[in-house]
């Protein structure tokens, strides 16, 4: 255990020791905040510092759990594994190398850290659902434009997940919490246990919304992250050939809200090139329009 255990030692080392304070440095330099080291860098990292222990001889890993505002369910479980939360994390690294280097078309939210992270964020089922049935597999919509970090997605992403319900409520039986599922991936306490197993379907959408809620919100921040770690687009490195450029300019924090000034760049269409804001408030719909300053 303790020679198993020291790669992730050493990774959350780093990661606590070197480059969070970093990132901090960069995002107040911006006159940005640091909201996404804050709400889950710090966090993952938290969880690749917990133990594994053991308890006659069953293992048991540490757990992330959530109490009340879930109608019915009066809190809900999930377990991870410090170990999958550290070689998920060095994914979610690299795609930070990445982002500063410049090369969006390269941002993609891989299969692993999408797991790696499924538990200590609480979307386990969901990522569960897409990773093993059939019907997740063979999605071609929504989990594709979920994990490309390359573009925002948000409306698209907000639209419903063909048969997640349906499975899902098949499966809220098995997840109520009993002795038998105290080391479950995921357990949940209901309010009434007798009406848990009869409202099976509600009980379903309940865990199903608030785990794809968390799971955007995740995949939002991230996005935004790393748009604002990318450099803009400097004169004469456009691009290859033709193909269209967005970069990002400036990022500004005001009250309740995160303005990005977008630069976009197409030979094709028009000379020049366009710059676009974007208006991302804490709450509500994505906002776009044409910068003034245009020439």
């Known amino acids: 255990m303790e020679q198993s255990d020291k790669p992730r030692r050493e990774l959350s080392a780093y990661v606590q020791g070197e480059l969070v304070p970093t990132l901090r440095s960069l995002f107040h330099q911006q006159s940005s905040d640091a909201s996404f ?153 209901p309010y009434d246990r007798l009406s848990a197993y009869q409202n099976e379907l509600e009980i379903a959408n309940i865990i199903i919304d608030t785990e794809k809620r968390r799971l955007l919100d995740f995949r939002k921040s991230l996005y935004l992250f790393l748009a604002a770690l990318t450099p803009p687009v400097q004169p004469g490195q456009e691009g290859s050939g033709d193909d269209p450029v967005v970069a990002v300019k400036e990022v500004r924090k005001e009250p309740g809200k995160h303005t990005y000034v977008i630069q976009l760049s197409d030979k094709t269409r028009f000379s020049g090139q366009h710059s676009f804001i974007i208006g991302v408030p804490e709450d509500g719909e994505i906002k776009l329009s044409e910068d003034d300053t245009n020439g």
């Open 37 to 189: 080291v804050d709400l889950y860098l710090n966090r993952l990292v938290a969880a690749t510092q917990k133990k594994v222990t053991q308890k006659e001889g069953e293992i048991i890993l540490p757990r992330w759990t959530i109490e009340g505002h879930l109608g019915k369910i009066q809190s809900i479980s999930y377990s991870y594994h410090p170990s999958e939360v550290a070689t998920a994390l060095k994914q979610l690294l690299d795609l930070i190398t990445i982002a500063t280097q410049g090369d969006t078309k390269k941002l993609r939210f891989s299969r692993d850290m999408l797991y790696g992270f499924s538990g200590v964020l609480g979307y386990y089922n969901l990522c569960d659902f897409f990773l093993n049935t059939t019907y997740g597999k063979m999605d071609t919509y929504w989990l594709p434009r979920l994990l490309d970090l390359s573009v925002s997605n948000a409306i698209e992403l907000e639209s419903s997940i063909g048969n997640v319900s349906s499975w899902m409520k098949y499966n809220v039986h098995n997840l109520i919490y009993d002795v038998g599922t105290a080391q479950a991936p995921c357990y949940f306490h």
